[in-house]
């Protein structure tokens, strides 16, 4: 059975930093690309950032690229999304997932596990 369970959400000011984790079992890991997608009250749920089975290739949405860095550890089936210079915008909750693709894809269909999600709200 797969399960992705997310980690690290909370509340920090503007300009803060927070990490989250996401870790995914009963699948080979490694052999899956990774990605954080997000939504907000209201609003359609959109990608975040991507990396790919290996961790060399990375993809981000503009509104995050220069601020969240997505990174992976195949040995611990884990992922990360370090975000800095956090703005009230970037208030959601926060959803891993995996993808049985040869490469990192933005659109969720293609994504096959969720996790529960993790709530980041961004106070100014």
């Known amino acids: 059975q797969v399960q992705v369970v997310e980690s690290g959400g909370g509340l920090v000011q503007a300009g803060g930093s927070l990490r989250l984790s996401c870790v995914a079992s009963?699948?080979?890991?490694?052999?899956?690309?990774m990605g954080w997608f997000r939504q907000a009250p209201g609003k359609e749920r959109e990608f975040v950032a991507g990396?790919?089975?290996?961790?060399?290739?990375?993809y981000y949405a503009d509104s995050v690229k220069g601020r969240f860095t997505i990174s992976r550890d195949n040995a611990k089936n884990t992922v990360y999304l370090q975000m800095n210079s956090l703005k009230p915008e970037d208030t959601a909750v926060y959803y891993c997932?995996?993808?049985?693709?040869?490469?990192?894809?933005?659109?969720?269909?293609?994504?096959?596990?969720w996790g529960q999600g993790t709530q980041v709200t961004v106070s100014s």
């Open positions: 997932a995996s993808a049985k693709t040869s490469m990192v894809v933005s659109t969720p269909y293609e994504y096959d596990y």
């Open positions: 009963g699948r080979t890991f490694s052999s899956y690309v």
């Open positions: 990396i790919s089975r290996s961790g060399i290739g990375t």
